[in-house]
């Protein structure tokens, strides 16, 4: 069955930092990937997505993911992080069924 | 407004009672789905659904029921509550099994 693995269960940063996430899934085939973030007592919402084409794209806040399919990967980054990013982050995958894979997810906390 | 609700927002109830939790779409989209988010685990899908009276089981699925007569609506029943079900409950809906979910608020269920 298809997994995600986000190996960084809880990341501590100070503002300005830059933030790489990792994301790594099972599936050998083709995929639509996610990043969803929830922030403190909000609902999840989306950061970002890849279904082809460049693999490296942009989402919103000034977060970024690369696809790197031969690593089965599909890591976050953030150059400059602030305070306000300080959220929860879910890397998800569809391999083109009905249904989204999420990760365990990786708390960020990010200090002033 | 347009959007997707959950309610309760938060449910206190005891082990072996009933409880349905609602999740309701203004959009028409196809597929709905439930979640639990829990620690360590990230969200695991409960149920989902392609289309109206068209259900399907998730990862978690035992002890839950679900419905879906109308396309905007989507509960979930406990049939008989138990603690290990204490946890939080998203809904999400979508246009395409591919695309983006967009998530309710979540309801904070605890079973004593």
């Known amino acids: 069955a298809q997994s995600v693995s986000q190996h960084n269960h809880h990341v501590i940063l100070s503002e300005a930092a830059s933030l790489e996430l990792g994301c790594n899934y099972s599936?050998?085939?083709?995929?639509?990937l996610f990043w969803y973030v929830q922030y403190p007592g909000q609902h999840l919402q989306l950061l970002l997505k890849y279904f082809s084409g460049d693999p490296l794209v942009k989402g919103i806040k000034g977060f970024e993911a690369e696809f790197i399919k031969s690593k089965f990967s599909f890591n976050l980054r953030k150059p400059s992080v602030q305070w306000s990013d300080t959220a929860e982050y879910f890397c998800?995958?569809?391999?083109?069924?009905?249904?989204?894979?999420f990760g365990t997810g990786t708390r960020l906390q990010v200090f002033p | 407004d347009a959007g997707i609700t959950q309610s309760p927002r938060y449910k206190i109830t005891e082990t072996g009672r009933q409880v349905t939790l609602m999740c309701h779409q203004t959009?028409?989209?196809?597929?709905m789905f439930w979640y639990r988010q829990d620690l360590g685990h990230g969200l695991r899908l409960i149920y989902y659904s392609a289309a109206a009276d068209i259900t399907d089981k998730g990862e978690v699925p035992d002890g839950y029921v679900v419905s879906r007569s109308k396309t905007e609506n989507f509960p979930l029943t406990l049939e008989s509550a138990t603690r290990s079900q204490t946890s939080v409950y998203f809904c999400?809906?979508?246009?395409?099994?591919?695309?983006?979910?967009?998530f309710g608020p979540g309801t904070r269920l605890t079973v004593t």
């Open positions: 999400a809906s979508t246009s395409g099994w591919a695309d983006e979910q967009y």
């Open positions: 998800a995958v569809n391999d083109n069924t009905d249904k989204l894979i």
């Open positions: 599936y050998g085939g083709t995929v639509n």
């Open positions: 959009w028409s989209h196809s597929y």
